[in-house]
């Protein structure tokens, strides 16, 4: 937890203690846990002077800034029109067979965390999904094992 | 490219290969701020982000503001479903967007901008900043004392709203402003704001470069000039189009459908839906809101074909306004829930035909009570799939 303390006094001297800082911060936090813990928000909250409950309050007004634990990567499935119409549910399945878990869920080794999301604007190339912040298109249920694996690798040498 | 003998005009402007920015900047830099703002006027150039609004009278408005602060604005939290034109505007020509800026900024009296870019293309960032630093290059040459920031969103369509953009960057939930005041007299942090679409900035790089009589020989009356369009859905060419306001639906469906059109979404989920009976009779532009018949929009053009589900297609919206509804006021929050709540009742037959008819009404109050665009528009494409595809909703 002192890490935690740690890295957010760091943010805030960064960034400074004005409100139009709070975003940005939040989205370091969001970016280095994957979400935003309790004690993170009151962390922030004591750094930057602002009221802990106008920290949870805009925090959890936006859907990339996670307030439950997330997994180190999170999976953004697009489920607006175009995407839908395209395949984005043979994406999903393929996601939910492949990772042995539900939307919405965890993998219990905290690496990968489905979720669906808000038009990403890649209808001319659906459908479309985010991995943390990159972007995969034109998916097929073949390219999403791949995808996955190179990920699962990844952490696999870390 | 397909091979159809009537093909609507492709314009090459806005991604044309341009690198003289500083010489463009320099040459308008030594006209005064007058003339520059007339010739935004007389460009007759309106916002692109679907609004449309005169961007040559929002650059004046608040170029009379006294307030010494100000800033200018360029907003990339491209959100509209169907929408992706932005992105591309900024991967591949973002020079001509900050050029746009610097000029804005010269007339207003602006020191700092910012680019407020969504979440969702984060990716950007690095590749914007490379742009920033030959930027801010640039501005020292000129000897022009602006500094322009990217500030990112965190996933909230409602962002895209100027009023609640502003609410984002300072800190807060993204909840829209009422309004007035508009932007150009109290924007973010309460100061005269520049709020303008990343194409409009661009398109504004143009008119400096070739002037506003060029500029006009494209379009049609009140709806001048060429827009960038995001084609998607069931067409075999999907991607980004330039082309010249004032094109009728059927033209576009002829260039872009699949051959078996059963209707086009133009403007996004907050636009309208045309079915193929309207395709002739509907033209892209600003003129005549609520006629119907000129459609303005963003650059969406979704295309559903014959194997489309019009109640899967409002169901999909509903569904996206239901969880984009930033939830402050009322009309919004539960008439989007009552609207998705409602449609899928009918389906199931839980409710009978005629209550679609008490969800059209419960539309025209959301487009009179709901704070900002977002709960007024939701009556858009809700009155325009039920209407005309009525059976579809019920069996």
Known sequence: ?158 | MTTKTKQLNRIDLIFKNENDCKEILQKSFDRSHEEIINEMVNSGLKGRGGAGFPTGLKWKLTAEETEKKKYVICNADEGEPGTFKDREILTRVPHKVLAGMAMCAKIIGAKEGYIYLRGEYKFLVPQLRDELKKFHKIMDELNLDFVVDIFLGSGAYICGEESALFESMEGKRGEPRNKPPYPTQCGYLNKPTVINNVETLAHSYTIMKYGAKKFRELGVKDSWGSKVFSVSGDTPIPGIYELELGMSVQDFVDDFGDGDTKAVQVGGASGFLVPRKRFAKSHIGYQGKLTGVSLPTGGSMMIFNSSRSMYNVLNNYLDFFEEESCGQCTPCRVGCQQLLKGIKAVKRGEKPAAYLDKLLKLTDTMRLTAKCGLGQSVANSFSSIVENFREEMIY
């Open chain 1, 1 to 158: 937890m002192n890490n935690q303390a740690e890295f957010v006094k760091d943010l805030v001297t960064e960034h400074g203690t004005n409100r139009e800082s709070l975003l940005p911060i939040l989205q370091a936090v969001v970016e280095k846990d994957r979400f935003l813990s309790e004690n993170a928000i009151l962390k922030i909250a004591e750094e930057t002077n602002i009221p802990a409950a106008d920290v949870y309050g805009t925090a959890s007004f936006y859907s990339f800034l996670d307030i439950v634990p997330r997994g180190k990567y999170v999976i953004r499935v697009c489920k607006t029109i175009t995407c839908a119409m395209k395949g984005k549910n043979q994406i999903l399945l393929a996601l939910e067979d492949f990772l042995k878990i539900k939307l919405g869920d965890t993998t219990p080794d905290k690496l990968f965390t489905i979720l669906e999301t808000n038009c990403l604007g890649w209808c001319h190339k659906a459908p479309a999904m985010l991995v943390n912040d990159d972007v995969y298109t034109e998916l097929t249920p073949n390219m999403v094992v791949d995808i996955l694996s190179a990920y699962k690798a990844e952490a696999d040498k870390e």
